[in-house]
């Protein structure tokens, strides 16, 4: 099993900034890419970037490419996302998620953590 914990999020401006952190435990060796999701109020979870730990190749959907950005750390199984340019459109919930090496679907879930945009 893998464990996930997020950090950071809160209530921020629009065309404000925000750092989202995300720690990983237990069978770390067994992951394969990190990445991060997003829910708004009734709306269905969306994948917004990944990263992978096979060369470092990233992944963005197009509601946020340009203006967040994935890290991470294979090594400390850690991974973050700076989000810039906020915009209300933005207010979710937003997980940390992880798929191991042998399954192509995230299989991991943080608890979730609030963003808020306000306009």
């Known amino acids: 099993q893998v464990q996930l914990v997020e950090s950071g999020g809160g209530l921020v401006q629009a065309g404000g900034s925000l750092r989202l952190s995300c720690v990983a435990s237990?069978?770390?060796?067994?992951?394969?890419?990190m990445g991060w999701f997003r829910q708004a109020p009734g709306k269905e979870r969306e994948f917004i970037t990944g990263?992978?730990?096979?060369?470092?190749?990233?992944s963005y959907s197009d509601s946020v490419k340009g203006r967040f950005t994935i890290s991470g750390d294979s090594a400390k199984s850690t991974v973050s996302l700076e989000m810039n340019s906020l915009k209300p459109e933005d207010t979710a919930v937003y997980y940390c998620?992880?798929?191991?090496?042998?399954?192509?679907?995230?299989?991991?879930w943080g608890q979730g953590t609030q963003v808020t945009v306000s306009s």
């Open positions: 237990g069978r770390t060796f067994s992951i394969g890419a």
């Open positions: 998620a992880a798929r191991t090496t042998a399954n192509m679907n995230y299989d991991y």
């Open positions: 990263i992978s730990w096979t060369g470092g190749r990233t």
